[in-house]
């Protein structure tokens, strides 16, 4: 599999995973004011990335073009910069500090998942 193949492929297949998250998200939490299914797969994001930046250094010697599948691609199409940006300027335009709120969650538990990822990916090499 070429990697232009495989980012195509898993950014379909992570971008139907936020679809559906989104969608689950907001059945169970159908009166919720903040984007729980955007914050869920930006998090998820976070930590798996983190999780595999070290595996892939040190452990897991998976061929350049399925690694690029799984970061740039699932990894890339399951999270989302562009939908957190909308929906945290919406959300301010109703309630500022519920805006201001939504980004200072959304980047601090993002980095702490983040962290704790790498810091587990770390402890599995």
């Keep these: 599999m070429g990697p232009l193949l495989g980012v195509f492929l898993g950014g379909g297949l992570g971008a139907l995973c936020r679809y559906g998250v989104g969608v689950w998200a907001g059945r169970l939490l ?4 903040v984007p729980w299914g955007t914050f869920s797969v930006n998090v998820a994001g976070c930590f798996v990335l983190g999780a ?3 595996l892939f250094a040190v452990r897991l010697s998976w061929p350049a073009p399925v690694r690029l ?6 990894l890339g199409g399951l999270t989302t910069f562009s939908t957190f940006g909308q929906e945290s300027v919406a959300l301010a335009s109703r309630a500022p500090a519920l805006g201001l709120a939504n980004v200072a969650l959304n980047v601090g538990v993002g980095l702490a998942a983040a962290t704790l990822g790498m810091w587990l990916g770390g402890r599995l090499t």
């Design 69 to 74: 599948a799984v970061t740039t691609g699932f």
């Design 30 to 33: 159908p009166d919720a004011r």
């Design 52 to 54: 595999l930046v070290p």
